[in-house]
């Protein structure tokens, strides 16, 4: 008799395997590795390394002594998920034993507490980077200044993102244009090189845009997710731009700015917790960039971007079954 094997998501038929897809992840995420250590030096690559070691012990001890089965820390999946965690965190001394933490949460509860790769609705690296943020505030809120390229030394000051300054500003009274003038923000372009405070591995748009299109091209990734995240914030906060930009900030701004380009590049496409079909994936983007918008400028925090995936994530299953493509319909 034959048996039908049924297996985790995602379920694709092609030459490429899930090793290949996780090794090219984490090839596409070295631009902005690079990046930041060339702007926050050896504390960015510390933590990262860390982060890694962590994720990867975590999933084989959890595999190995818990699950009982063949560990699967070689297909890449865990150095995808503690790069990530890594990047989103800031490059502060402290950051290298609270981010073991993350780890800890990230593969344990995010990914090997539902079966594994496969089987996670959430993405495990947000998952720990939520829970960091709420269990120490402080430390993920307290931001390093951007040295000169190549600092070696772990001695940073800190400092606040735009983001940061712009939404104490605007809560405090202030208007955009008399914050812009008061502080030293950087210039646009500065911004899109990554020469601005913030979590270290999401300062950089160009080095994740050089990323992304390296995963277009090996059609890892598709462009639905990104261009509908990325367009839904870019238009949304241009509609409140245009009807008050003394209190919000313009479009090009907010999607430089912050977490959006990693988010939308790198998290929101996980193809595990994200919608199978096309205009799920569509609807998908579009939810995290209005989230993430709606968030920053009337929320707690100055930034959205993980909440909005993590919340989208939730809808993935639904989404799934409202955009059900048709040869899978009955």
């Not at 094997?5 to 090794?23: A, Q």
């Not at 208007?175 to 502080?183: D, G, H, Y």
């Not at 400028?297 to 993590?310: D, H, M």
């Not at 809808?315 to 899978?328: D, H, I, S």
Request: hydrophobic share 50%; net charge positive; proline share 6%.
């Amino acid at each position: 008799m034959n048996l039908l094997n049924i297996s985790g998501s995602p379920h694709v038929h092609s030459d490429e395997s899930t090793k290949k897809i996780m090794w090219r992840v984490n090839l596409a995420l070295v631009p902005a590795l690079l990046v930041a250590i060339a702007y926050f030096g050896l504390n960015a690559l510390l933590i990262s390394l860390i982060s890694v070691a962590s994720c990867v012990l975590f999933q084989w001890l959890i595999e190995k002594f818990i699950l009982k089965q063949e560990p699967t820390i070689w297909d890449g999946s865990a150095i995808v998920t503690g790069l990530l965690l890594a990047f989103n965190v800031p490059a502060t001394p402290q950051m290298m034993w609270i981010v073991v933490i993350g780890a800890l949460v990230a593969i344990g509860i995010g990914k090997m507490s539902f079966g594994g790769l496969g089987k996670n609705p959430f993405n495990p690296a947000l998952v720990g980077r939520v829970f960091l943020l709420i269990s120490f505030p402080v430390q993920m809120t307290t931001w390093p200044t951007v040295g000169k390229w190549f600092p070696m030394t772990t001695d940073i000051v800190t400092g606040a993102t735009p983001l940061g300054i712009i939404k104490e500003g605007v809560k405090s009274g202030q208007s955009i244009s008399e914050v812009m003038a008061q502080n030293d923000l950087p210039s646009m372009m500065e911004i899109f090189l990554g020469h601005m405070g913030g979590s270290f591995g999401e300062v950089s748009a160009l080095a994740i845009l050089i990323g992304a299109i390296y995963l277009l091209c090996r059609k890892i990734i598709s462009w639905h997710i990104p261009v509908a995240f990325i367009g839904t914030a870019f238009v949304f906060s241009g509609i409140l731009w245009l009807i008050n930009p003394e209190m919000y900030m313009d479009p090009l701004m907010t999607i430089l700015t912050g977490g959006i380009m990693l988010g939308a590049c790198f998290m929101a496409t996980d193809m595990v917790t994200s919608p199978m079909a096309k205009s799920g994936q569509l609807i998908f983007g579009f939810g995290c960039g209005l989230l993430t918008v709606i968030i920053r400028n009337w929320g707690v925090y100055p930034e959205g971007v993980s909440f909005a995936i993590l919340i989208m994530n939730s809808l993935t299953p639904l989404l799934n079954r409202w955009c059900k493509p048709k040869r899978f319909a009955v």
